[in-house]
């Protein structure tokens, strides 16, 4: 039984610390029962910011956010911000904001989710996620390439012309937005075709539906096993 893992599994497990989360039980359950392939796209994927940043340019809604921070707490205008541009940040209980200047730290318990609220001098406000430095991102990839039972792998040229029918059928389900991780999310699951592997991945809708299609359009791919780390350690 072979099983290729979504960066985005990896990533859960790495911040979660550890045994912390289901993706560190997928892992291990994972190379108990079967062989363990994580591409080494994976481990540069790391190397990417996790979000981008967001401005906000109204005054009143600067000037509501701005007197929440300075009075070290989160303003209902900041949490709302924080959501509709993808932070899933609402239910994490806050731990501290520290205010140096007009920069400011904002930091959750729960995954130490952190975002940096910054006031330019032409009063425009910056939302941006905390960025990891390069030892930690070292640190990180450490730790995959130390995790017992698993082989990272280099993608190879079947799996890259794999890759290339994936973008060709399935470019829209992917998602045109995110073209960047569009190419790296083919060659993850061409590496999973080429091993004949369960794909585990967070992305399950997304993944799922790319197997659908090839399903109903008759597409000419081997049959796509997509499962995410609950269906991993529950039904395995």
């Given at each position: ?113 952190q975002v940096d609220v910054r006031l330019d001098p032409n009063g425009v406000l ?55 991780n569009s190419l790296i999310d083919s060659m993850i699951i061409a590496t999973g ?44």
């Open positions: 039984m072979r099983f290729v893992f979504d960066t985005n599994v990896l990533v859960e497990y790495l911040r979660a610390g550890e045994g912390d989360s289901i993706a560190a039980d997928a892992l291990f359950k994972a190379t108990e029962i079967g062989s363990v392939y994580i591409s080494l796209l994976s481990l540069m994927e790391l190397w990417l910011p996790d979000k981008t940043s967001f401005n906000i340019r109204d005054e009143q809604r600067i000037q509501n956010i701005v007197s929440g921070l300075d009075k070290s707490k989160i303003t209902e205008e900041l949490l709302d911000d924080l959501y509709a541009n993808g932070y899933d940040l609402l239910s994490q209980p806050l731990v501290q904001i520290r205010s140096p200047g007009k920069k400011w730290r904002v930091e959750w318990i729960e995954e130490q989710e910056t939302i941006f996620p905390y960025q990891r430095n390069k030892g930690e991102i070292i640190r990180e990839i450490r730790r995959l390439r130390e995790f017992p039972g698993i082989q990272i792998i280099p993608c190879s040229a079947r799996a890259q012309e794999w890759a290339l029918e994936i973008l060709e059928h399935h470019f829209p389900t992917l998602g045109q937005k995110r073209e960047q075709i080429t091993r004949r592997a369960y794909l585990v991945t967070n992305e399950i809708r997304k993944w799922g539906r790319i197997s659908q299609e090839n399903r109903e359009r008759h597409l000419p791919f081997p049959t796509l096993h997509v499962i995410s780390p609950e269906q991993l350690v529950q039904e395995f």
